[in-house]
């Protein structure tokens, strides 16, 4: 999803809605933030317990060549 996308989405609700995200085992979470990252684009691609992209450098580095690299928007 582009940011853009997730902006039109989000027009369509009252503006004093409460933004929450999946809590780790179950519930939910209240937002904490946001932050740009750059991510390897399915670097866990058959690892059916992660997410599908990883951020940079977080396991090896050397590997970096081998994914395509793009921006992203993380909700925390």
Do not use: Q
């Not at 989405?9 to 979470?29: R, T």
């Not at 940079?56 to 690299?69: F, Q, R, V």
């Amino acid at each position: 999803m582009k940011v853009y996308e997730l902006i039109n989405l989000l027009k369509d609700y009252e503006p004093d809605l409460e933004v929450v995200v999946s809590g780790y085992e179950g519930g939910y979470n209240n937002v904490a933030g946001i932050s740009e990252l750059t991510l390897l684009e399915n670097y866990n691609k058959g690892r059916s317990w992660v997410g599908a992209h990883e951020s940079l450098g977080w396991w090896n580095n050397e590997d970096e060549h081998n994914y395509n690299k793009f921006n992203a928007v993380t909700i925390f």
